[in-house]
């Protein structure tokens, strides 16, 4: 997540955050279904799952395993009738998304999982830590930082229950529901295998973390254990550029309200990246920095929790900039610089 914060009103019928989150609320004659999940974190404090469907149900995201949410969850699909899920179908593999996902399938209430195979990585504890701190000390965060992310990072894998059985999801595939299709569409950036699924006969689409009404989403830093990292916000940036050329009608995000003007939304999107890229141009035409020291400019007062978010983002425009060879990096003293001059 990030400071970017384009407000936007609740639409109209659609109660505020807080407000009877337990009662699902219910669009498109009844076929969507929104419930809004408790989140333990403090940067997002809910996250939103949709059933779809009227007598042969799917999931789109579940929420933690938590028992508070599990509870709401259960709670809400009961109030919705619901007993059985056939499928469900998952939009990235971030804790608050898929959490829930091995109880529901092994207590019997789910028969099968989906997920685009990208996501399997995120999904099994596999983040290597010591991968991790190379990099981010190279970025030059101090150790202070790495240690606090490592218990960070311990607290996440606290509530990880892996699922089993997991089946693929492969970009253009339809998805079924009682009452239409879901195709899949690839929408890498926030993560490498996240997606959006869109009913091109009723033209909705419920987009996971990667259009979300008052945050941009994060473009998450990725290192690969064989060398050399994903250009998150490169294909962050190529993706909404996919999204804003279709012609929606309503998008269902993962958490907050839902948009029903994705084009000026995804235009503030640009903007916003625009000049956050440009004002680290200007930063770096003063002198060569650090990833970490160019952090310390954009965020004054930044927590230390947040710095994985914020060194992402930083990476993320650095990244644009040598995309239009705005900026160079070199390596000084085991430190990464970037320059502009
Ligand atoms: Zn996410
Ligand atoms: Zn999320």
Same mark, same amino acid.
Request: aromatic content about 10%; glycine content about 8%; overall charge negative.
């Given at each position: 997540?990030?400071?970017?914060?384009? %407000?936007? $009103?609740?639409? %109209?019928?659609?109660?505020?955050?807080?407000?009877?989150?337990?009662?699902?609320?219910?669009?498109?004659?009844?076929?969507?279904?929104?419930?809004?999940?408790?989140?333990?974190?403090?940067?997002v404090?809910?996250?939103?799952?949709?059933?779809? =469907?009227?007598?042969?149900?799917?999931?789109?995201?579940?929420?933690?395993?938590?028992?508070?949410?599990?509870?709401?969850?259960?709670? /809400? &699909?009961? $109030?919705?009738?619901? %007993?059985?899920?056939?499928?469900?179908?998952l939009?990235?593999?971030?804790?608050?998304?898929?959490?829930?996902?091995?109880?529901l399938?092994?207590?019997?209430?789910?028969?099968?999982? +989906?997920?685009?195979?990208?996501?399997?990585?995120?999904?099994?504890?596999s983040?290597?830590?010591?991968? +991790?701190?190379?990099?981010?000390?190279?970025?030059?965060?101090?150790?202070?930082?790495?240690?606090? *992310?490592?218990?960070?990072?311990?607290?996440?894998?606290?509530?990880?229950?892996?699922?089993?059985?997991?089946?693929?999801? /492969?970009?253009?595939a339809?998805?079924p529901?009682?009452?239409?299709?879901?195709?899949?569409?690839?929408?890498p950036?926030?993560? /490498?295998?996240? !997606?959006?699924?869109?009913?091109?006969?009723?033209?909705?689409?419920?987009?996971?973390?990667t259009?979300?009404?008052? &945050?941009?989403?994060?473009?998450?830093?990725?290192?690969y254990?064989?060398?050399?990292?994903?250009?998150?916000?490169?294909? +962050?940036?190529?993706?909404?550029?996919?999204?804003?050329?279709?012609?929606?009608?309503?998008?269902?995000? =993962?958490?907050?309200e839902?948009?029903?003007?994705?084009?000026?939304?995804?235009?503030?999107?640009?903007?916003?990246?625009?000049?956050?890229?440009?004002?680290?141009?200007?930063?770096?035409?003063?002198?060569? /920095?650090?990833?970490?020291? !160019?952090?310390?400019?954009?965020f004054?007062?930044?927590?230390?929790?947040? *710095?994985?978010? $914020?060194?992402?983002?930083?990476i993320?425009?650095?990244?644009?900039?040598?995309?239009?060879?705005?900026?160079?990096?070199?390596e000084?003293?085991?430190?990464?610089?970037?320059? $502009?001059?």
């Open positions: 997540m990030s400071d970017h914060t384009p %407000e936007q $009103a609740p639409a %109209e019928g659609e109660k505020p955050y807080g407000a009877d989150i337990q009662k699902p609320a219910v669009f498109e004659n009844g076929l969507v279904r929104k419930i809004v999940l408790p989140l333990p974190f403090p940067q404090q809910h996250v939103n799952v949709y059933v779809l =469907g009227r007598r042969r149900s799917v999931l789109i995201d579940t929420g933690t395993s938590r028992q508070d949410s599990y509870d709401v969850l259960l709670d /809400a &699909l009961r $109030a919705c009738g619901v %007993e059985h899920l056939d499928a469900i179908y939009t990235h593999g971030h804790i608050d998304h898929f959490g829930a996902a091995a109880r399938v092994k207590s019997g209430m789910a028969d099968r999982l +989906y997920v685009h195979e990208k996501e399997l990585g995120n999904m099994d504890n983040f290597d830590a010591s991968l +991790y701190g190379d990099q981010l000390r190279r970025y030059g965060l101090p150790e202070s930082v790495l240690e606090m *992310m490592r218990i960070a990072l311990q607290f996440f894998d606290s509530f990880v229950q892996k699922p089993e059985n997991v089946s693929f999801m /492969a970009p253009g339809f998805m529901y009682d009452g239409g299709s879901l195709e899949v569409i690839h929408t950036g926030h993560t /490498a295998g996240s !997606i959006c699924l869109y009913d091109r006969e009723k033209n909705f689409m419920l987009s996971g973390d259009l979300l009404s008052r &945050l941009s989403p994060n473009p998450l830093l990725e290192f254990p064989a060398g050399g990292r994903r250009k998150s916000l490169v294909e +962050y940036i190529d993706s909404i550029y996919k999204l804003y050329e279709m012609d929606l009608r309503v998008v269902y995000p =993962g958490h907050y839902i948009i029903y003007d994705h084009k000026p939304h995804i235009k503030s999107l640009f903007n916003f990246h625009y000049k956050r890229m440009m004002r680290i141009h200007n930063i770096l035409r003063q002198a060569p /920095a650090t990833p970490y020291s !160019i952090m310390g400019e954009l004054r007062k930044l927590h230390r929790r947040d *710095m994985f978010l $914020a060194v992402s983002e930083v993320g425009h650095l990244d644009l900039l040598e995309q239009h060879d705005m900026v160079r990096s070199f000084r003293d085991g430190l990464l610089y970037y320059s $502009a001059d």
